[in-house]
């Protein structure tokens, strides 16, 4: 987070509206959200984790407007500026002003061909548009031309959905349902199954989309959910996708029930190891500890720890 944003959704009074936005102040969290030096590090060292992908925090810039554009350039030159102080601590995904989509794909473009960017990370909806509206279209355009690995990353549940499924209940026990506990997840894994049945990866067969989360409640439904191919007009069946344009991220969530399951759906090469750092960030040096008893050893180990990323990213190179 930079501190532009942060008072930029206060002037929005995006408090009221995203329970989401409080949860950025929790103990130390903000503090390690503003960091993007030797604290940051610090803690890697102490996780055992050798690199991080740095990208602006959920919402991110999707409730914003024309303002947006020149915030996102900041954004992403402050990234680019972190990475070059520590070239071999940190990468960078883009921050894009979506509700510009034109200027979006403009800086997703400056970001991967002049910074040197690994990704993008998108934030759900915008306003009331989900992202397979064809307002977006430029921006996967970009994205699908050039293969840059674009993490779906969860905000909260609409306000519509929030009424009908969370109201009425203790005000910490709704944010917490709306937010992190359920709602964030089914959010990005509707954003998700909607880009797909929109024929995006028809579109742009190579282009990689990351679900963090063991795959945001995706993987748990493929046996409903490839029932869609009944319907959905789709060149290829729903799995075919899953195998060949989505990778899988673990967002901190160590879980080898989790991992059983994402190596049940997809191939060990579509999973990337993550911490979700600072939410997710617990001492003890748990992330490496989960990594070294996962029961994935060899090949396999090497890319689910960070080779399947590498690969990901240095294939931006060749488009």
Known sequence: MTAEVAEAWHALGLESRDPGIAYHQV??????????????????????????????????????????????????????????????????????????????????????????????????????????????????????????????????????????????????VEAALAGYAIGWHLDAGFQFIRLLLSGLFDRYPELPVILGHWGELVLYYVDRLRALDRVSGLKRPLEDYLRRNVYIGVSGMFSDEHLRRALGVVRADQLLFSTDFPYQYRPGREARSFLENCGVSGPELEGFASGNWCRLREAILRH
């Open 27 to 172: 103990g130390d969290i903000g503090t390690q959200l503003l960091d993007l030096s030797e604290g940051r590090i610090a803690l890697m060292e102490e996780a055992g984790v050798d690199v991080q992908v740095l990208s602006l925090t959920t919402p991110a810039l999707h409730d914003l407007g024309a303002e947006s554009v020149e915030i996102a350039r900041r954004v992403n030159d402050a990234l680019a500026d972190a990475v070059a102080r520590h070239p071999d601590r940190f990468e960078a995904m883009a921050t894009l002003p979506v509700a510009r989509p034109e200027a979006a794909a403009m800086e997703l473009e400056r970001c991967i061909v002049e910074l040197g960017f690994s990704g993008a990370i998108l934030a759900g909806r915008v306003d009331e548009r989900n992202l397979d509206h064809p307002d977006f279209a430029p921006l996967f355009k970009v994205a699908g031309k050039r293969r840059v690995p674009l993490l779906l990353h969860p905000r909260v549940a609409p306000d519509g959905v929030r009424e009908a499924w969370f109201s009425g209940l203790d005000a910490e």
